[in-house]
């Protein structure tokens, strides 16, 4: 069965400084796909950064990137230069590749707070 | 900004009253899916079509809720009976292909509160 497991329910930051949120995955499946996400205090839902599971590169997109250790089914989101609008909710999530799987499961997010 | 439309963006009813919820997904995407999200941020899929077919649904949604997404009209999720549990926030989401690789796009949510 598949399951996405964050650990830290919240954390905090000074600004300008780097941030890394932590998330474990459960899955069965040899090909899958993992997010990130962030909900704001308005609701908004945005997704930020994609790493599939057959690639070895750790995605970066503008200040966030990915610690992908596919032996420990770990994939952890570093930001770095925290800005204060990065005060968020930040949820990881899991699809598994194989025919039929259309659920996206999510974790149970982490509370980011960046302070000036 | 969002281009998931979901309407109300707040809905308030009683035990046993009927609460309705409305979707339009992005344009040019035919994969839509219904998630709910309570209060400690857990996301539950509820429901998710392509086109106007059902893909998948979970056991819950097939007996207290429907949801139906039709041709050129949006798409819904109906609670027939509220419940006091079923105060959450409801997610719907689009993405413009059913890959497993593909993000969604979702809405602002409709929150519903059961009274």
């Known amino acids: 069965a598949q399951k996405v497991t964050q650990t830290q329910t919240s954390i905090s930051v000074m600004e300008k400084t780097t941030v890394t949120m932590d998330c474990v995955y459960e899955?069965?499946?040899?090909?899958?796909?993992l997010f990130w996400y962030k909900q704001t205090a308005s609701g908004e839902i945005v997704f930020l950064i994609r790493?599939?599971?057959?690639?070895?590169e750790n995605a970066t997109v503008g200040h966030y990137s990915l610690n992908f250790q596919k032996p420990k089914s770990s994939i952890g989101l570093i930001i770095t230069a925290t800005q204060i609008e990065d005060s968020a909710v930040y949820f990881c999530?899991?699809?598994?590749?194989?025919?039929?799987?259309?659920?996206?499961?999510f974790g149970s997010g982490t509370q980011l707070t960046v302070m000036p | 900004n969002s281009k998931v439309i979901q309407t109300p963006r707040y809905l308030v009813k009683g035990q046993g009253q009927k609460a309705k919820m409305r979707c339009i997904p992005e344009?040019?995407?035919?994969?839509v899916f219904w998630y709910q999200q309570n209060k400690n941020n857990e996301f539950k899929f509820l429901i998710n079509?392509?086109?106007?077919?059902?893909?998948?649904q979970i056991d819950m949604t097939e007996k207290r809720f429907s949801a139906e997404c039709p041709s050129n009209s949006p798409c819904s999720l109906e609670i027939q009976s509220s419940e006091a549990g079923d105060s959450a926030l409801y997610l719907c989401a689009s993405s413009p292909a059913g890959t497993a690789n593909e993000r969604l796009f979702f809405g602002h949510g409709t929150k519903l509160s059961v009274l």
């Open positions: 899955t069965q499946d040899s090909s899958y796909f």
């Open positions: 999530a899991m699809r598994e590749g194989g025919s039929g799987s259309w659920q996206l499961i």
């Open positions: 079509f392509q086109n106007q077919e059902v893909l998948q």
């Open positions: 790493q599939d599971s057959y690639k070895k």
């Open positions: 344009k040019g995407h035919p994969v």
